[in-house]
């Protein structure tokens, strides 16, 4: 009986321990400081002219350390806040690599995917802020989800 009742509470602590890491990872945790954003980019003006086609990108002003915008597909779009999530405190401005593709942090060893801003390497556990986008062509909007 003792084996069954402990049997049972270490089965509900697992499926406790479950629920909660899932619910965790499902969030949308902001790690860097808060800034308001919401601004629109024409892609059709001069200046945003890189973001005419896929695997396209500007850095832009605004978020915490600057926003780099990267044209995905035709209708996607990703928004990365620059503020580097190695050492937050810091403040360091990621960079973007020669091959358009990852972004280093040159405060510390880490990389991320542009495309999604996860972690590739380094001490970073957390990935790049993402800012949500919404596209009504020819205007991109960009804000705070």
């Not at 500007?58 to 580097?84: C, E, K, M, N, P």
């Not at 937050?88 to 990389?111: F, H, M, N, R």
């Not at 390497?121 to 800012?131: F, I, N």
Request: hydrophobic content about 40%.
């Amino acid at each position: 009986m003792k084996k069954q009742q402990a049997l049972a509470r270490m089965i509900g602590l697992c499926l406790f321990t479950a629920l909660l890491c899932q619910s965790k990872c499902n969030d949308r945790d902001q790690f860097i400081p808060y800034v308001p954003v919401d601004f629109q980019v024409n892609v059709d003006l001069p200046a945003y002219i890189d973001l005419s086609i896929p695997s396209g990108h500007i850095q832009v002003s605004g978020g915490s350390q600057g926003i780099i915008l990267y044209r995905y597909t035709l209708d996607q779009f990703v928004a990365l806040d620059r503020h580097a999530t190695a050492d937050i405190s810091a403040a360091c401005q990621v960079q973007l690599e020669e091959d358009g593709l990852i972004l280093s942090d040159p405060c510390s060893d880490s990389k991320w995917l542009i495309i999604d801003g996860s972690v590739l390497e380094g001490s970073a556990t957390v990935p790049l802020h993402r800012y949500a986008t919404s596209w009504n062509p020819p205007i991109l909007r960009v804000y705070n989800p």
